[in-house]
C-alpha cells in the first residue's frame, strides 16, 4: 500500500485493517507514505514491488491511493498503474469524501477546504490527523455509498466528483 497521503491515508489504512482483522479477515498491510505525486506514488509502488519480489517476498497486490486534486500526471500515473498491474485506488476530489461517508450518505461536491471543515466538524479528521474514535465500523455504509456515487467504480479510473474507489481496498482486505 502506497499513499500519497502521509498522514491521513496510513493511519485510515493502518485503523481498517486492524478492526477487519479483528473481525476475522487477514492481511498484511505495508502502507508507504510518499507526497503529493501520483506518478511518484506508484513509481514507489513498482519498486517496493520489486524489490520484495527480488527478496522472494512477493506481495499479492499492489495498491496505491492517491487523490484527483489538480494533478497533471493523474492520466500518466493510471496508465502506468495499469501496465503495472498496480491497483490505483483514486479519491475524487480527495481521500477526505471517502471519511465522510462513513457517517453521511451525501454526495454533494465540495472545494478541498469545505471537505476539510466538514470532516474536522463531523468528528473524523482534525489537521490531518485521524480522530482516535474513527467509526470504521461504518466501513460497509462507506462502500455501499461510495458504489452509488460511482456506478462505474474500479481501479485506475477517475470517478466523477464525488467519488472514491476504495470499495476495492476493502474486499481486497476481506478476502473477496
Not at 506514488?41 to 524489490?51: F, Q, S
Not at 495498491?63 to 496508465?79: I, K, N, S, T, W
Not at 468528528?123 to 456506478?151: I, M, Q, T, W, Y
Amino acid at each position: 500500500m502506497v499513499t500519497e497521503g502521509t498522514r491521513t491515508e496510513p493511519q485510515y489504512v493502518e485503523g481498517l485493517n486492524s478492526y477487519l482483522r479483528s473481525r476475522g479477515a487477514t492481511a498484511v498491510v505495508k502502507s508507504v507514505p510518499v507526497g503529493k505525486d501520483p506518478m511518484k506514488v506508484v513509481l514507489k509502488g513498482i519498486e517496493i514491488r520489486d524489490r520484495a519480489a527480488s527478496d522472494e517476498k512477493d506481495y499479492d497486490v499492489c495498491v496505491c491511493l492517491v487523490d484527483v486534486d489538480r494533478h497533471e500526471a493523474l492520466p500518466a500515473a493510471c496508465r502506468l498503474a495499469a501496465r503495472e498491474s498496480i491497483l490505483l485506488l483514486v479519491s475524487n476530489l480527495k481521500f477526505e469524501v471517502w471519511l465522510r461517508w462513513h457517517v453521511e450518505d451525501k454526495h454533494s461536491a465540495l472545494n478541498t477546504s469545505q471537505l476539510d471543515e466538514l470532516t474536522a466538524k463531523l468528528g473524523l479528521v482534525s489537521r490531518k490527523v485521524l480522530a482516535p474514535n474513527f467509526p470504521f465500523h461504518a466501513v460497509h455504509r462507506a462502500c455501499e455509498v461510495a458504489r452509488r456515487a460511482d456506478l462505474e467504480l474500479a481501479a485506475g479510473r477517475v470517478g466523477p466528483d464525488p467519488s472514491s474507489a476504495m470499495p476495492i481496498l476493502v474486499d481486497l482486505l476481506l478476502g473477496r
